[in-house]
Structure formats: C-alpha cells, structure tokens
C-alpha cells in the first residue's frame, strides 16, 4: 500500500515538473528563512541558562526620582550580602565588554575583549567551571587572574599558564591562578578573563559609583519581591531624611532607590535600558509571514495543477474510492513534497547561516545547535502546520469533483471555494505588499540616518587608544609628539567619543541659579572643537589659559543652555554637585551634535579641562585630525611615532566616521535580511498568481473561444481575464498599507531622530506591486487571449 502510495506521487511529481519544482521550491525558500530565524530566536532566549545556579543570580541597578544609572555604589554588593537575609552572596564587578585591553605574557602582546574587573566573591556568584589551577579560591590572592581556555592558548599556547605573569595595560602584573572553560550557552556578560585589580580597597566608598552589582539568592525569587526585600535596607542607609519612613517616601510618588533584573531576563527582557529582543521578534513575524506565504503559494499551485487530475479523481470515484481516501491522498502527496521541501531548505538553511551569522556577530548551527532536538521538534510542529494549511484545502476540492460532469471533459468547481481562493490571494499579497512597503521605509530611515548632519566633522579624524598615562597624565608630551607628525593638524582627547559603540551616558547633578540640573559631563582638551569642527554658537571656545586649563571654565551644548535657561547662562557659574564652593563659568555655547547614533537624543553637555572641580573622570580615547592628502604618509608617521609614546603597546586607531558608520550595523543588518525576505515573499506571490491565473484562464478557456468568435478582440480579452487578480491585489494594498504604517511607526519610535513615512512612500509601494501584479496576470491572460478558438471549442 505504502510503496503503490509513493509510485502514483512520483509519477504525478513527475508529470507536473515545473508545477511540482516550483512548488517544492517556492516552499523551501520560505522554511529556509523560517528555520534560520528559529535558530536566532532560539540562540536568543538561551541567554544565560548554562547553569541551573543562574536562576538565583540578580542584577542590582540603581535609579533616582529622574532617570536610571548603568553603575551602582563600590560598597553596594557587601551591604546587600550583610543586610539581607535573603542574599547569599555577592559581588562587584566592572566589565570591559568589547573594549580591547592590552595583555602581555612574555613575549605575547596581544589585545583581548571580555575583560572583567572582580572581586573575590565573583565565582561565588557566576559558576564558571575551572579547568585547571586552584578549584577552590583562585580569586583569594591579591593579583589573582583568571582565564579562559581560549585566551591562554593564545597567550601561553600549549604550555601550562598557572602560577605565570600576565601585565595588563602595560602596568598591572597579574597571576594566573586558574583556568575556566567557556559557559556552554551565551551569555550578557563576555568574560574572557577576570582579574582583582590592585586599587580595589581605596576606591571601596559610596562616592564611587562605577561598579555593577549581582547577588546571588538563597532561593529563587521574583524580581519584586527581591525589590521589597533590598529596598528597604538601602533607604535607610543612604537616601532616608527628617525621619521619613520608607513607606511614607514612596508615598510621595518617589521611585529612587534599586530595583533588580534576573540575570536570565538581562538580554532580552530588561526592566530598563534597550533590548535586542525587539529585532528578534521583528525577525520572528517576518519569517512567519514569509512561511504562510510560502503555504498559500503551495496551496494556490495545488488547486492550479488540480485541472489536470480532475479525469483521474472522476475514474477513481467511479472505481470505488471514497472521499476520504482521495483526501487521504492528496494530502499525503502534499506531505511529500512538504517532505522535499523541508530537506532542500535545511540545505539552503546551512548554506545561508554563515551570512546571517556574520551579519549578526554570533555563531549560529543548525546541527551543532545545543538544543537541536527541541529545535527539530517546533521544525516539525511547523512543518504539520503548513502541511495541513497547504494541503487540506486542494485535497478537499479534489475530493469534491462531480463524476459525471468530469468524465465528460467538464471540470468546474464553480462559485465554490472562490471565497476562500480569492482570500488567499488577497493574504499572500498583503504579504508582500507589507513586505515592499516596510522596506521603502527602513531604507529611507537608514538613508536618513547617514546623511543627516550629526553636528559635527568626524572626516579624517583618527581615534587613538591610549592609556591612561599618555592620555592624562602625561597628554601634553604625547600631543607634542603627535603634533610633530607631517599632516597632523590637531591633538585632542575627550571621556566620550562620537561614535563609540558603549559611550558612558550617565548624568550628575549641576547646580545653577540656586536650582540642580542632572547634566552629563565630559573632560577634553583645549583642541577638541577645532578637532571635530563643532561650530561656537555664542561666547569662546577653550585655550590655554589657567581657568579653563584648570577647570574653572565650561562649554555647554545648546541642549544644555535650553535645560538652563537659554543664552543668559553664559557668564555665570554651574556647580558640580557636592562643590558648591568652586564656580565653574560658563565661557561658551557649541552647537550640538550626535555622539551616539540617532537612536539617542542629544544630551544636555558640560565640557571642562582636567580634574580640578571635584569630580575625577578619565576614560575616552585620543582624537587625531589629519590632512586629507598623503593621510597613508600620516598614519605611518602615527604609528612610528607612538612608538615612543608607549613602546610596549603597537598603535590601535580607527577613524570617526567609520566608528559612527558601525552604530547603524544592526539596523543595515534589518535592512538586508528584510531586503531578502521581501524578494522571497515577491517572487512566491509572483508564483501563487501566475499559477492562479493559468488555472482560471484554463477553466474559462471555451468562453474565451466563444468570445473572440463573436470578435473579442486580444485586449478585451486580456482585460476582461485581468480584471478580477488586479482587484483582488487592490483589496491586499488597501489592507497592507495601514498594517505597514502601523508596524514601521513602532519601529520608527525607537529612534530619537527619524522619518515620516508620508502619501509618496505610500503610492510607490502600491504602484510597484500592483505593476508586479498586472506584468504577472498579463503574462497568462495575453497567451490565453491569444489561443486558437477552435483548439478551445473543440469537442472531444
């Protein structure tokens, strides 16, 4: 039975080629996608589940009554552990993310990612497995280093790293204690190496809040409740005033104080802070629609190639079949195919997955995946979907052919199932509208985006990193140094710099005409408008002399004189907070300018030289502006030259404007696979109607015959066929037009500066699918226009 089930699907496979290749095909494309995005959102949502002991794991953060801070308190984390009875234990640390810090082991110099400043408690909280060294306590002794298996194979190689020095940024030496191998799953927090760092204890006060906080519970809790049960205690220890109770305090409407995120819920889910979770489903949608696109294809196709065995239905009736053995038929028949389909999309899946992996920055597998049988599982959920959803429909309306009309060369459903035909042509065409619309929109914003003046000139500046002794300490003899490189026209540094990808976007309190202001502050030099060629709006910029070289002067943005009062604060002093007895004057007005991407709104800036009112900040990079002729010449007279500046570091420099260009990587990411998947979902509807037109054509063929025998011309003919598709994708654009500017509207929101999907963006997504449209229908109305009347009215 089985075996004469394949023969006859075979056979019919094989007499419908195009039919059947354009069907598996059109399919395969659209599981494709679809597992390759299952594969991203399942990467996604394992997030910091390598270890069963993550369940327990919080981060603490901190907020006021105005905003939220990423960093928190030194002493945070042994209060929290003192005080709390729900606490097991806790720890500090400070992670260096994607900033590349210079190692050196022997004669290895290398930069390496994934720092992690810690304490001793640090293991005690995220359970790394070591793999070699001390089991117990690595973190006890006071230049401890920890590392992963892959950062000592490239430090040390094969050799065994314990007990051997690492210096790190050329002027802290570091033991290595022990070796962890890599979490088994992905995690928020790259570690690569994590180290005690030798000024620990002296910067261990409230007044340093620089540090990120995790704690790990004696028992699984909810967030709230570990809210409840932290803030309390830290009320009472550093925000109670005049008595006030805690209850009394959130009466009042304030919100200062902490709240928690469990470590698993960090990436995807935050209680602040951004999300790239947002993309993940924005992804997942897509490739469902693209999906159930390729279904209706797969269903329109079946119902277009059922003309063809309606005569063996008609005989298979007549010989006894029963309705459910056709349906029974037909569907596995489908299955078949959906079985096909499934096998060459893995392939396409595996051949696509090096792309979208690179595209996103993580490494995707599909048979290397950890999770891989519940991965297959949902693959296979999904495939029954679309088997039931394709396939059903076709097998019932084939069942459903009347025997005698058939056997006499008649097939005609008629009105029957044109409701529900007709719907599906409308749905895939709202797919694919929504799919032409939603990307004339991204690309505009994108186009936007880096055509937009960002307020300043980051053309031919070169960033330079540089630590903290040649940065700060001693700038003045490192930018003459610079200086004397040919092509070289100004020397500047900056804590943050445009277009750095984790710019630090914390605020301070400023005090100004007896009121406080939460404003960010930013150190540079005395060159480092001119640098970026940021214009002076009112009043000077920076120079040499000894108020501004010793911070008694400020630069606001204008954004900063708006929060302020607008252009009568120049002149007039600002206080840091804590520091009321040394005036900082306002000396000039810049304009603003972008240092983030246009996600971010411009914040409120006061700029200063040097660390002489109060509050220490380094950090940022050196900012080189150079000639743009001979700038080859240039940048090898920079990295000669640095050689003197910090001999035991090779010179790491980018430019500006490529640094800026990257912040728009994940939304050119969007734009390019969305780009694929509105081709794909094109050219499936392209299919779906071209195969819905040749059936409809094929059952109106005599009436076609009579007509032009009564003198029908060909454009008649064709118009007349047209007529009903091209209504039809009317009805899709009408309905997918306000879905888009829905969707795109929210996707817009996330950006601070954007676009307004006005009519013209509107009439150019309609006008380009309904023109796919009519190329598509005429292709089949015009050759059945143009047939032999006698060929058609011919009696058999």
Same mark, same amino acid.
């Given at each position: 039975?089985?075996?004469?089930?394949?023969?006859?699907?075979?056979?019919?496979?094989?007499?419908?080629?195009?039919?059947?290749?354009?069907?598996?095909?059109?399919?395969?494309?659209?599981?494709?996608?679809?597992?390759?995005?299952?594969?991203?959102?399942?990467?996604?949502?394992?997030?910091?589940?390598?270890?069963?002991?993550?369940?327990?794991?919080?981060?603490?953060?901190?907020?006021?009554?105005?905003?939220?801070?990423?960093?928190?308190?030194?002493?945070?984390?042994?209060?929290?552990?003192?005080?709390?009875?729900?606490?097991?234990?806790?720890?500090?640390?400070?992670?260096?993310?994607?900033?590349?810090?210079?190692?050196?082991?022997?004669?290895?110099?290398?930069?390496?990612?994934?720092?992690?400043?810690?304490?001793?408690?640090?293991?005690?909280?995220?359970?790394?497995?070591?793999?070699?060294?001390?089991?117990?306590?690595?973190?006890?002794?006071?230049?401890?280093?920890?590392?992963?298996?892959?950062?000592?194979?490239?430090?040390?190689?094969?050799?065994?790293?314990?007990?051997?020095?690492?210096?790190?940024?050329?002027?802290?030496?570091?033991?290595?204690?022990?070796?962890?191998?890599?979490?088994?799953?992905?995690?928020?927090?790259?570690?690569?190496?994590?180290?005690?760092?030798?000024?620990?204890?002296?910067?261990?006060?409230?007044?340093?809040?620089?540090?990120?906080?995790?704690?790990?519970?004696?028992?699984?809790?909810?967030?709230?409740?570990?809210?409840?049960?932290?803030?309390?205690?830290?009320?009472?220890?550093?925000?109670?005033?005049?008595?006030?109770?805690?209850?009394?305090?959130?009466?009042?409407?304030?919100?200062?104080?902490?709240?928690?995120?469990?470590?698993?819920?960090?990436?995807?889910?935050?209680?602040?802070?951004?999300?790239?979770?947002?993309?993940?489903?924005?992804?997942?949608?897509?490739?469902?629609?693209?999906?159930?696109?390729?279904?209706?294809?797969?269903?329109?196709?079946?119902?277009?190639?059922?003309?063809?065995?309606?005569?063996?239905?008609?005989?298979?009736?007549?010989?006894?079949?029963?309705?459910?053995?056709?349906?029974?038929?037909? $569907? %596995?028949?489908?299955?078949? =195919?959906? *079985? #096909? /389909? @499934? &096998?060459?999309?893995? +392939?396409?899946?595996? !051949?696509?997955?090096?792309?979208?992996?690179?595209?996103?920055?993580?490494?995707?597998?599909?048979?290397?995946?950890?999770? $891989? %049988?519940?991965?297959?599982? =949902?693959? *296979? #959920? /999904? @495939? &029954?979907?679309?088997? +039931?959803?394709?396939? !059903?429909?076709?097998?019932?309306?084939?069942?459903?052919?009347?025997?005698?009309?058939?056997?006499?060369?008649?097939?005609?459903? %008629?009105?029957?199932?044109?409701?529900?035909?007709?719907? @599906?042509?409308?749905?895939?065409?709202?797919?694919?509208?929504?799919?032409?619309?939603?990307?004339?929109?991204?690309?505009?914003?994108?186009?936007?985006?880096?055509?937009?003046?960002? %307020?300043?000139?980051?053309?031919?500046?070169?960033?330079?990193?540089?630590?903290?002794?040649?940065?700060?300490?001693?700038?003045?003899?490192?930018?003459?140094?610079?200086?004397?490189?040919?092509?070289?026209?100004?020397?500047?540094?900056?804590?943050?710099?445009?277009?750095?990808?984790?710019?630090?976007?914390?605020?301070?309190?400023?005090?100004?005409?007896?009121?406080?202001?939460?404003?960010?502050?930013?150190?540079?030099?005395?060159?480092?408008?001119?640098?970026?060629?940021?214009?002076?709006?009112?009043?000077?910029?920076?120079?040499?002399?000894?108020?501004?070289?010793?911070?008694?002067?400020?630069?606001?943005?204008?954004?900063?004189?708006?929060?302020?009062?607008?252009?009568?604060?120049?002149?007039?002093?600002?206080?840091?907070?804590?520091?009321?007895?040394?005036?900082?004057?306002?000396?000039?007005?810049?304009?603003?300018?972008?240092?983030?991407?246009?996600?971010?709104?411009?914040?409120?800036?006061?700029?200063?030289?040097?660390?002489?009112?109060?509050?220490?900040?380094?950090?940022?990079?050196?900012?080189?502006?150079?000639?743009?002729?001979?700038?080859?010449?240039?940048?090898?007279?920079?990295?000669?030259?640095?050689?003197?500046?910090?001999?035991?570091?090779?010179?790491?420099?980018?430019?500006?404007?490529?640094?800026?260009?990257?912040?728009?990587?994940?939304?050119?990411?969007?734009?390019?696979?969305?780009?694929?998947?509105?081709?794909?979902?094109?050219?499936?509807?392209?299919?779906?109607?071209?195969?819905?037109?040749?059936?409809?054509?094929?059952?109106?063929?005599?009436?076609?015959?009579?007509?032009?025998?009564?003198?029908?011309?060909?454009?008649?003919?064709?118009?007349?066929?047209?007529?009903?598709?091209?209504?039809?994708?009317?009805?899709?654009?009408?309905?997918?037009?306000?879905?888009?500017?829905?969707?795109?509207?929210?996707?817009?929101?996330?950006?601070?500066?954007?676009?307004?999907?006005?009519?013209?963006?509107?009439?150019?997504?309609?006008?380009?699918?309904?023109?796919?449209?009519?190329?598509?229908?005429?292709?089949?109305?015009?050759?059945?226009?143009?047939?032999?009347?006698?060929?058609?009215?011919?009696?058999?």
């Amino acid at each position: 039975m089985i075996k004469h089930f394949f023969r006859i699907s075979l056979r019919n496979m094989a007499r419908s080629k195009v039919y059947s290749s354009i069907n598996i095909a059109g399919l395969a494309v659209g599981l494709a996608g679809f597992i390759v995005v299952l594969l991203y959102l399942n990467h996604e949502l394992n997030y910091d589940k390598w270890s069963p002991e993550l369940k327990k794991v919080y981060k603490v953060s901190l907020r006021s009554d105005e905003e939220v801070f990423e960093t928190t308190a030194a002493p945070l984390a042994s209060f929290l552990a003192g005080k709390s009875s729900e606490i097991e234990t806790a720890t500090r640390i400070q992670s260096g993310g994607d900033y590349e810090v210079p190692l050196a082991a022997g004669d290895t110099k290398l930069y390496a990612t994934g720092s992690v400043e810690v304490d001793s408690n640090f293991l005690k909280v995220f359970p790394l497995e070591i793999v070699a060294g001390d089991r117990v306590s690595p973190l006890h002794k006071p230049n401890a280093l920890i590392l992963s298996a892959a950062l000592s194979k490239k430090l040390f190689g094969d050799t065994d790293p314990v007990g051997k020095m690492v210096r790190i940024y050329s002027n802290i030496d570091a033991e290595v204690t022990a070796v962890f191998s890599a979490p088994s799953g992905p995690s928020h927090l790259d570690i690569q190496f994590a180290w005690l760092s030798p000024w620990a204890n002296g910067n261990n006060h409230w007044g340093n809040m620089s540090y990120e906080t995790y704690v790990k519970t004696k028992n699984e809790l909810s967030v709230e409740k570990l809210d409840a049960a932290i803030n309390p205690l830290y009320y009472n220890e550093r925000v109670k005033k005049d008595d006030q109770s805690y209850e009394a305090f959130r009466a009042a409407g304030h919100t200062q104080g902490l709240f928690a995120d469990a470590v698993g819920s960090i990436h995807n889910f935050p209680r602040h802070g951004a999300t790239n979770f947002k993309t993940v489903a924005v992804l997942v949608v897509l490739a469902f629609l693209l999906l159930v696109a390729g279904a209706i294809n797969f269903s329109n196709l079946s119902i277009a190639a059922s003309i063809r065995r309606a005569k063996e239905v008609g005989i298979r009736k007549t010989l006894g079949s029963s309705r459910w053995q056709l349906v029974r038929q037909f $569907l %596995g028949e489908t299955a078949l =195919q959906c *079985l #096909i /389909s @499934l &096998v060459l999309a893995v +392939v396409i899946a595996q !051949l696509a997955l090096p792309f979208f992996s690179k595209s996103f920055g993580i490494q995707l597998s599909f048979f290397g995946a950890n999770n $891989l %049988g519940f991965i297959l599982l =949902q693959i *296979l #959920i /999904s @495939l &029954v979907v679309v088997i +039931v959803l394709s396939g !059903l429909y076709p097998a019932v309306v084939l069942s459903l052919v009347n025997t005698n009309k058939v056997l006499k060369g008649e097939y005609s459903s %008629g009105s029957k199932g044109r409701t529900l035909r007709n719907g @599906l042509i409308v749905a895939q065409f709202v797919v694919a509208a929504f799919f032409v619309f939603a990307i004339l929109v991204i690309n505009r914003q994108i186009r936007f985006m880096e055509t937009r003046d960002k %307020g300043f000139s980051g053309q031919q500046v070169v960033r330079i990193e540089a630590t903290q002794n040649s940065r700060d300490r001693n700038f003045d003899a490192t930018r003459t140094k610079l200086l004397s490189v040919p092509g070289v026209r100004y020397v500047s540094k900056s804590t943050k710099v445009p277009g750095d990808k984790y710019a630090d976007t914390s605020t301070f309190r400023f005090s100004y005409a007896g009121a406080q202001h939460r404003l960010s502050s930013v150190k540079v030099s005395a060159d480092y408008f001119s640098t970026l060629d940021v214009k002076l709006v009112k009043g000077r910029l920076f120079d040499d002399r000894q108020t501004d070289q010793q911070t008694r002067s400020a630069i606001i943005n204008e954004t900063a004189a708006r929060k302020l009062g607008g252009d009568n604060v120049l002149g007039k002093p600002v206080f840091f907070e804590g520091c009321d007895t040394v005036p900082v004057q306002v000396v000039g007005i810049v304009r603003d300018f972008n240092v983030q991407g246009l996600e971010t709104a411009v914040q409120p800036m006061v700029y200063t030289i040097g660390n002489k009112a109060c509050m220490f900040q380094s950090g940022g990079a050196l900012l080189v502006k150079i000639n743009s002729d001979k700038a080859a010449g240039t940048i090898a007279g920079l990295t000669q030259i640095w050689k003197s500046v910090e001999p035991d570091l090779p010179i790491r420099y980018s430019f500006i404007d490529d640094n800026f260009q990257r912040l728009f990587a994940a939304h050119v990411r969007l734009q390019q696979i969305i780009s694929v998947f509105a081709v794909i979902a094109i050219v499936i509807s392209i299919m779906g109607l071209f195969a819905m037109a040749a059936y409809l054509t094929g059952q109106r063929k005599k009436e076609i015959g009579v007509r032009k025998v009564l003198g029908a011309s060909v454009s008649n003919l064709a118009s007349l066929l047209s007529r009903d598709f091209i209504r039809l994708v009317i009805l899709s654009v009408i309905i997918a037009i306000p879905i888009g500017y829905w969707a795109t509207n929210h996707w817009l929101d996330t950006f601070a500066y954007r676009i307004e999907p006005g009519w013209p963006l509107f009439a150019l997504a309609a006008g380009l699918v309904l023109l796919i449209a009519i190329i598509t229908v005429s292709f089949q109305t015009i050759k059945a226009a143009r047939s032999n009347p006698v060929d058609s009215l011919r009696s058999e």
